[in-house]
Every structure is written in structure tokens, then in C-alpha cells.
């Protein structure tokens, strides 16, 4: 029988590329720290890899009580198999109440796995978390029935209490070059027989000088409203002009008329730029889900009855194909001056 009182601290897996820490940790570092200092636990960082100084430090510096790092060959690349067997050995040696996972494409194959192994519960993709403060537990909020409602979900009974989190649902702290944190170093190896894929290659699906959806301030995004796919270089115009990136609805994508990296949305990205451009965009709970953390909306829309519009800071009733022109002329004058 599970003794759920031996568990204690927030752990927060610090995924990295190539040894440099991805922002989705980073972010779920800040929100952890919330966590943790709510029930009087340590946040604690989980760094695997190879040569990951960098990630170790960025941990550090965005919040960590103590980082635990696994360093290996084997890791050099993330794999299932490899990843799972590190992380299920930490958590049965060390008892992490919760463990925070970045919803990437490897924090959401890793979480699943690991959760399984240690017989508990996992809430996917959330977009919210807080603490039950009766209780302690966490309060994993996520979409449910298709983006219809939000539910919020309990994992009384068993522990480490583990979810992924969106990439952009949270603020990443502002970093602290001078903070220093003890770093434990654990060994432990993972056959290669255990491992059953490796990376062979990595081949780029962006430019190399493009902003990323997820990491750009400013996003300019289009909808069905758009009419067709030669209109979205208005957007990359417009965007290219702010130094921001372009971010297309479902309606968009399913159309064709933008790849599946630019969807925002619960199916897609979710985003929290400090300033995000609606254009053409009606403003479906599901696109919502994906951007409603934005500092700042703008929506750009022919219908005034539009959903996009009361959640909206600034409104513009009228032809996107009218008004973003006006815009791109006004900037630049600005910026001429």
C-alpha cells in the first residue's frame, strides 16, 4: 500500500536540445515554485543528457531548490526507453510528489510511460494548475469534451502526482545569473538492449533564422477569413514588419493553406506572445485555448458578433484586407521616423 506522506517535492523535468534547456521547462519552473512553496516543498530540477551544463545553469537561474542531474551516452539523444528507466529510478529512490512535464513532442510520449510504470495517474495537456488546499494535491486543469468545457482533475490516491503542461501556458521567470544550487549526480546506466530506437538524423522543418511559434512575442494570425493560402504573405508582411511570427487557426490549416507548426489552438500550439494579432479568426473555444494568456489581442474581424471580440483588448470591425495595409503603412512611417 502506497503511503503517500513518504512523497514530497515538486519536480520539474528541464528538457533540453543539445544541452541547452527548452523554454517549456523553464516556464513550468516559475509555476512550480508556486506549487512548491504551497505545501513548504523544494523545487527541484531533472536534468538528462549529455554535456547539458547549459540546461543545469538555465535550471538554476529560473528558480530551482537542487537540480538532479543523469548523464550517459545513451542520452545524448532523448529516447523512450532510455528516459523512462532514468526517470522511474529517480522518482522510486527520491519520492517526488509531483513531477511537471512539458506537453512537447517527447514530454508527451515520457510522461505516459513513466506514469504507467509507477502505477499513477497523469493529467495530459493541461493549461492550469493550482492546489487543492484542503487536501494539497494538485489542481490539473485541462480542456475536456472537444474544448467545450474545462475540467479540473485530482490524483488523490497515488503519487508522484505527474501532467503535462503546454509549451507557452506560463511566464518563464526572470533569470538569476548569481543564484547557485546544490547539482546531485546520479549514476545510471541503460543498456543498449533495453533501447530500442535511436536518432539517426535530424532534419530541419524551419528555417534557421524563423522564430519559433512558441517562443515569438509578437504573433500575427490568420483564420478561415483569410480566403486562401497566397493572402497569408499579407501576414508574413505584417509580421516580418513587427519582428514576430505567423500563427494560423485549425480552419487554416485543415485548409491547407498553413503547415500544422503554425496552428495555434487546442489541437495546435498554445502561445502567450505580449502581443497577438486575430485576423480573420471567429474565435472558436478551441483557438482560444491556445492564446487566450496573451498579454495583449487584437482582433481584426468583419463579423462584430464574432466570439473572438469579447476576449479581445482592441477590436477592429471590418476587411482585414483593408485595415492590416493601413497598419503596415502606419508602422512604417513610425519606424521611418
Known amino acids: 500500500m502506497m503511503n503517500i506522506t ?63 542531474l543523469v548523464e550517459g551516452e545513451e542520452y545524448k539523444d532523448y529516447n523512450t526507453d532510455g528516459y523512462a528507466n532514468v526517470m522511474v529510478t529517480l522518482v522510486e529512490k527520491f519520492k517526488p510528489s509531483v513531477i511537471l512535464i512539458g506537453a512537447s513532442n517527447n ?43 474545462m475540467a479540473t482533475i485530482l490524483c488523490s490516491n497515488t503519487r508522484p502526482q505527474i501532467g503535462t503542461v503546454r509549451p507557452g501556458v506560463f511566464k518563464k521567470a526572470q533569470p538569476d545569473t548569481t543564484r547557485s544550487a546544490p547539482v546531485i549526480k546520479e549514476e545510471i546506466r541503460t ?49 516580418d514588419l513587427l519582428g514576430g511570427a505567423v500563427g494560423a487557426s485549425r480552419a487554416a490549416v485543415d485548409a491547407g493553406w498553413m503547415p500544422p507548426l503554425q496552428q495555434v489552438g487546442q489541437t495546435g500550439k498554445t502561445v502567450g ?3 497577438y494579432f486575430a485576423c480573420g479568426i471567429s474565435g472558436a473555444i478551441q483557438h482560444l485555448a491556445g492564446m487566450s494568456s496573451s498579454d495583449v489581442i487584437v482582433a481584426i474581424n468583419k463579423d462584430p458578433e464574432a466570439p473572438i471580440f469579447d476576449v479581445a483588448d482592441y477590436g477592429v470591425v471590418g476587411d482585414l484586407f483593408e485595415v492590416i495595409p493601413v497598419l503596415i503603412e502606419e508602422i512604417r512611417k513610425i519606424k521611418a521616423s
Not at 516559475?30 to 523545487?43: F, H, P, S, T, V
Not at 530500442?196 to 477569413?225: C, P, Q
Open 191 to 239: 543498456p543498449a538492449e533495453i533501447i530500442r530506437t535511436k536518432v539517426v538524423g535530424f532534419i530541419k522543418a524551419m528555417d534557421e533564422a524563423a522564430i519559433k511559434l512558441e517562443e515569438a512575442e509578437i504573433i500575427v494570425s490568420g483564420g478561415r477569413g483569410m480566403g486562401k493560402p497566397e493572402n497569408f504573405a499579407l501576414l508574413k508582411d505584417f509580421a
Open 107 to 149: 514530454g508527451r510520449d515520457l510522461g505516459p510511460r513513466i506514469s504507467a510504470r509507477l502505477a499513477t495517474g497523469l493529467t495530459a495537456d493541461c493549461t492550469g494548475l493550482g492546489i487543492n488546499e484542503e487536501t494539497g494535491d494538485i489542481a490539473w486543469t485541462r480542456p475536456a469534451f472537444g474544448g467545450n468545457l
Open 273 to 275: 506572445p505580449k502581443i
Open 6 to 68: 513518504d512523497y514530497k517535492n515538486v519536480w520539474v523535468f528541464i528538457e533540453n536540445d543539445h544541452g541547452e534547456a527548452k523554454n517549456v521547462g523553464l516556464e513550468l519552473l516559475n509555476q512550480g515554485r508556486i506549487l512548491a512553496e504551497a505545501n513548504k516543498e523544494k523545487l527541484i530540477g531533472v536534468v538528462i543528457g549529455k554535456e547539458v551544463d547549459a540546461a543545469v545553469k538555465a535550471a538554476i537561474a529560473y528558480g530551482a531548490d537542487e537540480v538532479i
